[in-house]
């Protein structure tokens, strides 16, 4: 292969994290730069492009690269376009696919980060060789990326899969970052299980190793340290998350009937404390024909290279859509849905 290697990016609030990726799904290497740096995004691609090309000359990669997959925040991948996003400082909607492609001189692909971590899962890690699976993420908010029948699923607009903003409680519930109340990422989330703490420790009088920490700089870190540590009540939060996932993922397998359910992100390494009442509660929530079906598993990618290697995939997929013999073939940067 003459270009052994794609390039995957991953924009995030904080951090943009970049690397080289081998056909094998290894990061030969990887860098970042800060995404809020520069409040106009021309200035934030020209440091970009001299960071990532820095990289590349010191892997011997310069001129080896197929195609640049990138995940990002509300990134369509039907138009190349981040169309709107709260948590970037530029102008939107913005055109990223097509400014990156064109300052890199290579075919860019582009969709929203759960979606990608779906994609490098299903290249890489544990979901190779399924068909029908679904990727969740349980980081700050609650992310998804549907399969099915080996496809990722777009919806006619490239924003199907928002499955954290399923709403679970109708009355009462809480706010969520979108606007509406009662969804599963206000609950499910990092920062929904440190919600749920302030609410348990406000409305309930038990002793708790949470009662040492300041209500609010609670985090879900300190939920799972006190919780291994056999605190009471910090198990109970668990308790209340995992149940509510497993309620989540009934009604997520009448959907699409997926032979599995991934996780992924720092709320899935609380091992048994999540997984034991989010099993129990799955199965006693599911339609009777679906009962005993559907794994639930976690990630195979490293956490330090699953951004990169998500977006990766579609690095893969954009250079071999530019090179196809296919006269039709459009560069993966100029796709948009007729």
């Not at 692909?109 to 990608?116: E, G, V």
Request: charged share 20%.
């Amino acid at each position: 292969m003459s270009k052994p290697y794609v390039l995957g990016i991953d924009i995030g609030g904080t951090n943009t994290v970049f690397g080289i990726v081998d056909a094998r799904g290894v990061v030969l290497a990887s860098s970042s730069i800060k995404t809020l740096k520069h409040t106009d995004f021309n200035a934030y691609l020209d440091e970009l492009y001299t960071e990532v090309h820095r990289l590349l000359e010191a892997n011997d990669a310069v001129d080896k690269i197929l195609g640049i997959g990138i995940g990002a925040p509300n990134a369509n991948y039907y138009t190349g376009m981040i169309e709107e996003c709260v948590n970037l400082p530029w102008p939107m909607p913005l055109p990223l696919a097509k400014m990156v492609s064109e300052k890199f001189g290579v075919p860019v692909a582009i969709t929203n980060d759960a979606n990608a971590a779906a994609l490098g899962e299903m290249t890489y890690g544990a979901a190779r060789g399924l068909r029908d699976f679904i990727m969740i993420t349980l980081g700050t908010g609650v992310g998804s990326g549907i399969v099915i029948n080996g496809q990722l699923v777009y919806g006619h607009d490239g924003f199907a899969g928002e499955l954290g903003h399923t709403i679970m409680r109708r009355n009462n519930g809480r706010l969520c970052g979108c606007g509406r109340t009662g969804c599963l990422e206000a609950y499910c989330s990092a920062t929904g299980v440190a919600r749920t703490a302030r609410e348990f420790l406000e409305i309930r009088d038990e002793p708790s190793l949470l009662r040492d920490i300041p209500i609010d700089s609670i985090t879900s870190k300190d939920v799972y340290d006190a919780a291994v540590k056999g605190d009471k009540l910090a198990k109970e939060i668990f308790e209340y998350t995992g149940n509510m996932l497993g309620e989540a993922f009934a009604d997520f397998t009448v959907f699409s009937s997926p032979e599995a359910i991934i996780l992924f992100g720092g709320l899935a390494k609380s091992g048994d404390l999540l997984l034991r009442p989010l099993r129990e509660s799955m199965e006693k929530h599911m339609m009777p024909v679906f009962r005993g079906k559907v794994k639930v598993i976690l990630s195979e990618l490293k956490e330090a290279d699953a951004a990169v290697l998500g977006a990766s995939a579609l690095g893969w997929e954009a250079g071999k859509a530019n090179a196809a013999p296919n006269p039709v073939a459009v560069p993966a940067a100029q796709q948009i849905k007729e």
